[in-house]
């Protein structure tokens, strides 16, 4: 089991605040995230 820890999650929370900064509307705010999620995917596609 996985556990997170505080500052782990404060980070997350940090990171959304940044993503939300500037945001006109939610749809904005999801597309920066499926991008984020994307290039994540690729970079730990390439590490394998």
């Given at each position: 089991m996985d556990v997170m820890t505080d500052l782990q999650f404060i980070t997350i929370l940090e990171m959304v605040d940044m993503i939300l900064?500037?945001?006109?509307?939610?749809?904005?705010?999801?597309k920066k995230i499926e991008k984020l999620i994307e290039k994540r995917k690729?970079?730990?596609?390439?590490?394998?």
């Open positions: 900064d500037g945001c006109e509307d939610i749809n904005e705010a999801k690729e970079k730990k596609e390439k590490a394998e």
